[in-house]
C-alpha cells in the first residue's frame, strides 16, 4: 500500500464559520481529494453535509473548464483565454467610448477571498474607473454592518471569539437558524442550554429554536417582522423594571436618553398584540437576560442577530434595536458578554471591508472620506482625484443596469443573482438588457447562463488565499489540487483584463502578493490587516482583526473589541432610537399569509454548488412550502402537493410540507432553487433606507393549491 | 402652515412627532396643561405596582426647530374667527388648523366627604397623571388597606397591583360584574375567582356612599348597601371623561366628547380637529390609545397626502363589519390576572346568524375563552387566563387574518410551538429516522454501522458522519449502539429463556 500524501489544512468552501478542514489528495480516485473535519475553536473538528461533501464541487458533472462564448444561436461555445479576453476587453472599450467609463458595473460576490475582493474593487476603481460596484453581500451583512457602524465606528461581526459563548450564562439568537446553516456552531451553546438561557426568536420552529425547549431556554414565535417589537418591548422592560446597568451606560454610552423615551411606548401588552408573543414571557425573557447580565452578577450574556431580522426595510433599525437591548444590560465591550450579528457568507466579513462595497475603499474605509481616498490612491500609485466616488447599492445597480444612463456591462464575480437577489423575475430582466455580460463562475449557474462570456475559474482547494471568519479571524484557504482544464483564478483574469484595457501592473496572481498590498492599504483604517502575513498566519498564529503594523513585538490581533473604548470619536457606543414599522408587503386582504424565506441545512445561498452535490440533492431535491396544518386544511392543501404563491412580483409552485413547527399566519420557502420554485420570484425588493438590504423576510403572499378541481372549492378560500 | 394642538400627552405628542417628521411645511405650537413632557400614561397602574420605574415613563417627543411646547400651559380660549388660542399665560397663538388632544379627566363619583375644599381627602385618590401615581406610592409605607372603587381596567390593574404590594384589597363595583362593557357573566365570575386568588376582595352590585375620617385623613369607607370598610386608601377608577369644555366654550359641537366625522374634522369648523380620548368619532370613543394613536396617524396621512380625504378608522376589505376595529384590543396589564378582550365581547347578539361564537369555560384553572368568527374572520374574542391564547388572537385580531375553518382550534390548543411530537423512544425509532440532522444520517444507517463492528460513538461517527456536525444527536447515537448491542444479546438469549427481543433494552 502506498503512502499517501500530507493532508493540507484549510477551511470549508461554504459558510462564515469556515470550518477547518484537512484535505488529503487522493490521485487515483474519482475525486482529487478527502475531506476530513480538523480541530479548530469554531467547528472543534465538526463539519456538516455540506462540509464534508465539498469535493464533488471540484469535479462537478458540468464544471466550467475553459472560457465559453455565447453564440449568434443562443449556445455557447468553448474559447481560449486570449480570444475570449480580448473580446471583453474590446467590448468594454467599446461601451466606455459610447457612454462613458459608467456604462461598467461590477457585482461581486461575500465568497471570494480577501485577495479576490480586494483586487475586484481595485479594478473597478483604477482599471474601468466605474463607481458601479456592489455586491451580494448587500443581501447579507449591510444591515448588521450598517448598524455596528453607527452605534460602535466599526463593524467586526462577532466582537468575540465564538468560543466564548461557552461561557454565558444567556444567549439570545434572532432571526439565525445556525443549527441548519452552520450546524457545528451549536457546540459553542451547549453551557447556555445546561443553564437554561438559550433564547430563540424565529416564526419558526427551526432546529435552532428546538434547541432552546425544555429547561433549555425559550423560544419566541413572532409574527413575521416583528423581530424589532421584541426588541423594544425586551428593553422596555430591562428599563422599567430597574434592570438596566446604569453604570456602565453613563460611562461607556451616549443617547440612553432618547432611547428610554422611544421604548416608553412599547410596554409589553402593548407589544404583544404586535408581536404576538405573551407579555409575560417577554418579561421572564428580559429577567433572564438581566439575570446573566454582569451586572447582576451572571457570568454573561449574548445577543446575536441573524438574517431574520436583518433582512427586512427595517433591517438596520432591528439591529440597532438589539444593540441597543445589549447596551441597556451592559454586555458590549466586556469579556464573557457581547453582541454580534452571525455572518453569513464564507467571506461576508472579509468581503465587506476590502472594497467591494459601492461606497467603500480597503480597510473598512469610506470612499467619500478625502483622507481615505489619498491614502488608498497612494497605495495604487495612482491620483486620488482620479478614484471614481461611491456608486449604488445591489437592488438599485442591478435595476439600473441597461436602463437609460445606467451601465450596459456587468462583471459577475461569485455571485448567483438570478436566484439570489429579491424580485428574481426582474433581476432576469435586466440582466437582458444588458449589452455585455461577463460571469466568472465554476459551473453553469443560472446567472451563467445569461451571460454573453462565462469564464472558469479556481475553487477552494484550488487556490491560496485568506478568509475572515464571523469572528474576524482571518484564516488561510490553501491549495490542495490543481483546477481542472483552462480554469484560472480571478486574480489572474484581472490581470489580464488590466492589461489589455491599458493598466500594466499592479494586478498580481500571486495572492501573498496582493494580500501584502491589501494589508498596507488597509493600515490605519478601520480594519486593519497591516500587522497580518501569510508567514504569521501559516506558523499558526490566531489572529483577528484589528492587527496594525508595528515597528517591534508583532501586534498579537485583537480577539475582543471595544474593551477599553468604542470607536467613536468620543470612545461611547452611540444609543440610536429607533421604531417599529410594518412590513412594506403587509398582509391584506387579498394576502393574508406571511412569507418568509430562508434555507436548508444541505444547500448554499443559490445552491449553484450544493444542487450539484448528489447527497445533497438526495436530501433535498426540490424547493417546498413549509404549511401549518390549519392553514392547509382552510385552504385545502394536502402534504406532497403542488401550491401556487403569488405576490405583485411574480409567482412561484413549491410542493407542500405540512408541519406544526410554523405558524398558521405563515408559510416557509427555502430560496436555494431556481425556475418556477424560485422563493425570489416572490420577495420584495424594495429596501431599507440605509443599508439597502431587500426585505426578503417577509411579505404577503396567497397561496392556494396548484390545481383546483372544478367542483370544490376549499372552505375559506374567499377571504384567503 | 401654522398648527397648534392643545394637549401634550399620549396622543398630542405622537401626532406632533409624526407631523413634522412627515410634512415639512408645518409649524407647530403644543399648548400642554402638565408639567411633564409627555409620559406613558397607560403605565401609571404599573408603577402603582411597583413594575415600573417612574423614569421610564418618559416618550419622545418631536426633535424639530419647528416645534414649539409649552408646558404647565394650559389653553384658556380658542377663538375660531380669529383663529387663535389664547393660553393662560397671556400668550396668543395664530393657527391655520386646530387640534384638540386635551384627553380626559377622570370622573370623581358622588362620594360622601371624599371632596373638601383643599381637593380630595387624604387617602382618596383618582389615577390619572403621573402625580397622581405618585401620591398613590408615597402613601404606600404608611397604608395596609386599600379599597378600589370600579373594576374597570384601571382598576383591575391597580387592585391586583396594590395586592401583589402586600395591601388588604377590597374592590368595590356597581355592576353585577366585573368590566361589564368588555366581559360576561361567565368570564366576569371566572376573573373574579382569580381576583380572589391574588388576595383580592371582590364586592359587585355596590358603590362607595361616603368616607370617613380620623384627624383629616381617610380611615374608612361606607359602601351603600351599608357595609363599612377600614381602609387607608381609597382609589377611585370610575371611568374617564372627555375633556371638551374649552371645545364645549368656543361653540363647538359636543356630546360627550367633541364630536368629530370620519375625517376627526368638527363638523361645524373646517380647521378644527380632534384626536384622543377628547374625541367622539361616529364610532365613538373606546378610550384606548391604540385609537387615538390610530387617529393621529390617520390625519397626518390625510394632511401629507394633499388633503387626501382621511380614511376609514379601518381599512375593512371586504369584510364590512362594523365591529371590526383593529385598535379595540382591551388588555388587563396585572400579574397573575389575564384578560383581554377584542371586538366583540361580553354581552351581544348570540343568535346573530352570521357570528360563530365558540366558548370553552374552565373555572377550575380560572380559564375561560371565547371567539365570535365572521366570514372567516376574527371579529371578537375574551380570554382570561391564558397567555398563549390571548397573544395569538390579538396578533390575529389586529391584523384581520383568517381563522381555521373550524374556530374551535383558535381555542382548544395555542396556536403556534404546540403539537410538538413526542419523543420517539430509541426502540421504536424507523430506520428512515434521521438520526444526525447535520449529515442526514438515518437510523438503519447507524445500526448497520453497529452490526460491521462499530462499537464506540466514535467508531460509528467515523463510519457514518453522524454526529460530527453540531455534536447534538451524540448521546442519542450512543443509546442506538446501546440498544443494538442489548438487542443482539438479548436475541442471543432470547430462544433459551423465551424473553421478547424488543422490550430487552428497556
Known amino acids: 500500500m502506498t503512502e499517501r500524501p500530507a493532508g493540507v489544512a484549510t477551511h470549508c468552501p461554504y459558510c462564515a464559520l469556515q470550518c477547518a478542514q484537512t484535505l488529503t489528495p487522493t490521485p487515483r480516485e474519482r475525486l482529487p481529494l478527502e475531506v476530513a473535519g480538523r480541530d479548530f475553536p469554531t467547528n472543534r473538528g465538526g463539519l456538516c453535509q455540506k462540509g464534508w461533501t465539498s469535493a464533488e464541487v471540484l469535479r462537478a458533472r458540468d464544471r466550467i473548464t475553459s ?16 480570444e475570449a479576453l480580448d473580446l471583453i476587453a474590446g467590448r468594454v472599450e467599446q461601451l466606455q467610448a459610447e457612454s462613458g467609463r459608467e456604462a461598467i458595473a461590477i457585482f461581486g460576490g461575500g465568497g471570494l477571498t480577501n485577495e479576490k475582493a480586494y483586487a475586484l474593487g481595485k479594478f473597478a476603481r483604477v482599471v474601468l474607473r466605474t463607481p458601479f460596484i456592489d455586491y451580494n453581500g448587500r443581501f447579507c451583512m449591510s444591515s448588521a454592518a450598517a448598524a455596528s457602524n453607527r452605534a460602535f465606528g466599526m463593524d467586526r461581526g462577532l466582537g468575540f471569539p465564538l468560543a466564548d459563548l461557552g461561557g454565558a450564562d444567556a444567549v439570545l439568537i434572532l432571526g439565525s437558524n445556525m443549527g441548519v446553516t452552520m450546524p457545528p456552531f451549536v457546540q459553542h451553546l451547549a453551557g447556555a442550554r445546561e443553564r437554561g438561557g438559550l433564547v430563540v426568536v424565529d416564526p419558526r420552529e427551526t432546529v435552532t429554536a428546538k434547541l432552546a425547549s425544555g429547561d433549555q431556554g425559550e423560544h419566541l414565535a413572532p409574527v413575521p417582522g416583528t423581530d424589532m417589537v421584541v426588541l423594544l418591548a425586551l428593553t422596555h422592560i430591562v428599563l422599567a423594571e430597574g434592570l438596566a446597568d446604569l453604570q456602565y451606560l453613563e460611562k461607556r454610552t451616549s443617547g440612553l436618553d432618547d432611547v428610554r423615551r422611544s421604548v416608553a411606548g412599547w410596554w409589553p401588552e402593548r407589544a404583544e398584540a404586535v408581536c404576538g408573543i405573551p407579555a409575560e414571557q417577554l418579561r421572564s425573557t428580559a429577567r433572564l437576560l438581566a439575570q446573566a447580565s454582569p451586572v447582576h452578577g451572571g457570568r454573561g450574556a449574548y445577543v446575536l442577530t441573524g438574517r431574520g431580522m436583518e433582512q427586512m426595510s427595517q433591517g438596520t433599525a432591528c439591529v440597532t434595536a438589539a444593540i441597543n437591548l445589549a447596551l441597556c444590560l451592559g454586555l458590549i465591550g466586556r469579556e464573557g458578554s457581547g453582541f454580534g450579528p452571525v455572518t453569513g457568507q464564507g467571506n461576508g466579513q472579509g468581503g465587506r471591508e476590502h472594497g467591494q462595497k459601492s461606497d467603500q475603499l480597503p480597510g473598512y474605509r469610506m470612499i467619500t472620506d478625502p483622507a481615505a481616498r489619498a491614502h488608498v490612491a497612494g497605495v495604487w500609485g495612482v491620483d486620488p482625484e482620479t478614484l471614481p466616488g461611491p456608486g449604488v447599492p445591489a437592488v438599485r445597480l442591478l435595476d439600473s443596469l441597461g436602463r437609460d444612463g445606467g451601465p450596459r456591462a456587468l462583471f459577475v464575480h461569485g455571485s448567483n443573482v438570478v436566484v439570489s437577489a429579491p424580485n428574481a423575475d426582474a433581476v432576469v430582466e435586466s440582466l437582458r438588457r444588458l449589452d455585455l455580460l461577463v460571469v466568472s463562475d465554476l459551473v453553469p449557474s443560472e446567472t451563467a447562463l445569461l451571460a454573453d462570456v462565462i469564464l472558469p475559474i479556481t475553487q477552494w482547494a484550488e487556490e491560496e488565499g485568506t478568509m475572515t471568519n464571523l469572528e474576524g479571524r482571518v484564516i488561510r484557504r490553501r491549495k490542495a489540487t490543481d483546477a481542472p482544464g483552462e480554469a484560472r483564478s480571478e486574480l489572474w483574469i484581472l490581470g489580464e483584463l488590466a492589461r489589455r484595457l491599458g493598466v500594466d501592473r499592479g494586478f498580481p496572481e500571486d495572492p501573498a502578493t496582493v494580500f501584502d498590498e491589501m494589508a498596507r492599504a488597509s493600515a490605519g483604517g478601520v480594519a486593519d490587516y497591516s500587522g497580518i502575513t501569510y508567514a504569521r498566519l501559516d506558523a499558526g498564529e490566531e489572529l483577528q482583526w484589528p492587527c496594525p503594523a508595528t515597528d517591534g513585538t508583532p501586534h498579537p490581533g485583537t480577539p475582543r473589541v471595544f474593551l477599553e473604548r468604542f470607536n467613536t470619536p468620543d470612545g461611547r457606543a452611540r444609543m440610536i432610537a429607533v421604531d417599529h414599522h410594518a412590513p412594506a408587503d ?24 450544493t444542487r450539484r452535490v448528489d447527497e445533497l440533492n438526495a436530501a433535498q431535491p426540490e424547493s417546498f412550502v413549509e404549511v401549518h396544518p390549519l392553514l392547509a386544511e382552510r385552504i385545502g392543501l394536502a402534504e406532497g402537493e403542488d401550491a401556487i404563491l403569488t405576490t405583485p412580483r411574480g409567482e412561484a409552485v413549491a410542493t407542500v410540507r405540512v408541519t406544526e413547527a410554523i405558524r398558521p399566519d405563515t408559510v416557509f420557502m427555502p430560496f436555494h432553487w431556481a425556475g418556477a420554485g424560485s422563493a425570489n420570484r416572490l420577495t420584495n425588493d424594495v429596501t431599507d433606507p440605509i443599508s439597502g438590504m431587500p426585505e426578503f423576510k417577509v411579505t404577503a403572499v396567497t397561496i392556494a393549491r396548484a390545481s383546483v378541481p372544478d367542483s370544490t372549492v376549499p372552505l375559506g378560500v374567499s377571504v384567503s | 402652515m401654522n398648527v397648534v394642538v392643545i394637549g401634550n400627552g399620549m396622543v398630542g405628542s405622537r401626532f406632533v412627532d409624526d407631523l413634522v417628521a412627515r410634512d415639512p411645511e408645518a409649524r407647530v405650537t403644543v399648548l400642554g396643561k402638565e408639567r411633564h413632557l409627555p409620559y406613558n400614561r397607560v403605565l401609571l397602574s404599573s408603577v402603582v405596582a411597583g413594575k415600573t420605574v417612574p423614569e421610564s415613563l418618559a416618550m419622545a417627543t418631536a426633535d424639530s426647530d419647528r416645534v414649539r411646547t409649552l408646558t404647565g400651559v394650559p389653553a384658556i380660549d380658542v377663538d375660531r374667527e380669529a383663529r387663535t388660542v389664547t393660553d393662560a399665560a397671556g400668550g396668543v397663538h395664530p393657527y391655520d388648523r386646530l387640534v384638540f388632544a386635551t384627553g380626559s379627566q377622570a370622573r370623581i363619583p358622588s362620594i360622601q366627604g371624599v371632596a373638601t375644599d383643599r381637593g380630595l381627602l387624604p387617602g382618596a385618590s383618582v389615577l390619572k397623571d403621573l402625580d397622581d401615581a405618585q401620591g398613590i406610592v408615597g402613601a404606600l409605607p404608611k397604608a395596609r388597606r386599600a379599597v378600589v372603587l370600579g373594576a374597570g381596567v384601571l382598576g383591575l390593574e391597580v387592585a391586583t397591583g396594590l395586592a401583589a404590594r402586600g395591601l388588604a384589597v377590597t374592590l368595590v363595583h356597581h355592576a353585577d360584574r366585573l368590566m361589564e362593557r368588555q366581559l360576561g357573566s361567565a368570564a366576569s365570575q371566572i376573573a373574579a375567582g382569580s381576583l380572589e386568588r391574588l388576595g383580592v376582595r371582590v364586592v359587585t352590585e355596590t358603590s362607595v356612599a361616603r368616607v370617613l375620617d380620623r384627624r383629616g385623613v381617610l380611615s374608612a369607607v361606607t359602601l351603600t348597601d351599608g357595609t363599612e370598610v377600614l381602609t387607608d386608601l381609597l382609589v377611585m377608577c370610575a371611568g374617564t371623561i372627555p375633556e371638551a369644555a374649552l371645545a364645549r366654550r368656543a361653540g363647538l359641537p359636543c356630546e360627550r366628547g367633541i364630536l368629530v366625522g370620519a375625517d376627526l374634522g368638527s363638523p361645524i369648523d373646517s380647521h378644527v380637529f380632534a384626536i384622543g380620548d377628547c374625541a367622539q368619532p361616529p364610532e365613538g370613543g373606546s378610550g384606548l390609545v391604540a385609537q387615538g394613536w390610530d387617529q393621529g396617524k390617520r390625519l397626518v396621512d390625510a394632511w401629507v397626502r394633499a388633503d387626501a380625504p382621511v380614511a376609514a378608522s379601518t381599512d375593512l376589505g371586504e369584510a364590512d363589519d362594523d365591529e371590526l376595529d383593529p385598535t379595540n384590543v382591551v388588555r388587563v396589564k396585572a400579574l397573575g390576572l389575564e384578560v383581554v378582550t377584542m371586538g366583540l365581547s361580553g354581552k351581544f347578539d348570540h343568535g346573530e346568524r352570521e357570528l360563530r361564537a365558540v366558548r370553552m369555560a374552565d373555572p377550575a384553572i380560572g380559564r375561560f375563552v371565547e371567539v365570535v368568527v365572521s366570514h372567516g374572520l376574527l371579529v371578537g374574542a375574551t380570554i382570561v387566563g391564558d397567555k398563549q391564547c390571548a397573544s395569538e388572537l390579538s396578533a390575529m385580531y389586529t391584523r384581520m387574518l383568517p381563522v381555521p375553518s373550524d374556530p374551535a382550534h383558535l381555542i382548544i390548543r395555542p396556536l403556534a410551538g404546540a403539537g410538538r411530537p413526542a419523543a420517539v423512544a430509541v426502540e421504536d425509532m424507523a430506520d428512515d429516522h434521521t438520526v444526525c440532522q447535520c449529515n442526514s444520517v438515518p437510523k438503519g444507517r447507524i445500526v448497520a454501522a453497529v452490526a460491521d463492528g462499530c462499537t464506540s460513538v466514535d467508531e460509528v461517527s467515523r463510519a457514518t458522519r453522524a454526529s460530527t456536525g453540531c455534536g447534538d444527536c451524540r448521546s442519542l447515537v450512543g443509546d442506538i449502539i446501546r440498544t443494538c448491542g442489548a438487542a443482539a444479546e438479548a436475541g442471543a438469549s432470547a430462544d433459551a429463556e423465551g424473553k421478547v427481543p424488543a422490550l430487552a433494552g428497556k
Open chain 1, 67 to 82: 472560457p465559453m462564448i455565447r453564440t449568434a444561436d443562443g449556445g455557447f461555445r468553448k474559447a481560449g483565454w486570449d
Open chain 1, 586 to 609: 403587509d398582509v391584506r386582504p387579498g394576502a393574508r399569509t406571511y412569507l418568509v424565506t430562508g434555507r436548508v441545512l444541505q444547500h448554499y445561498q443559490s445552491g449553484a454548488q
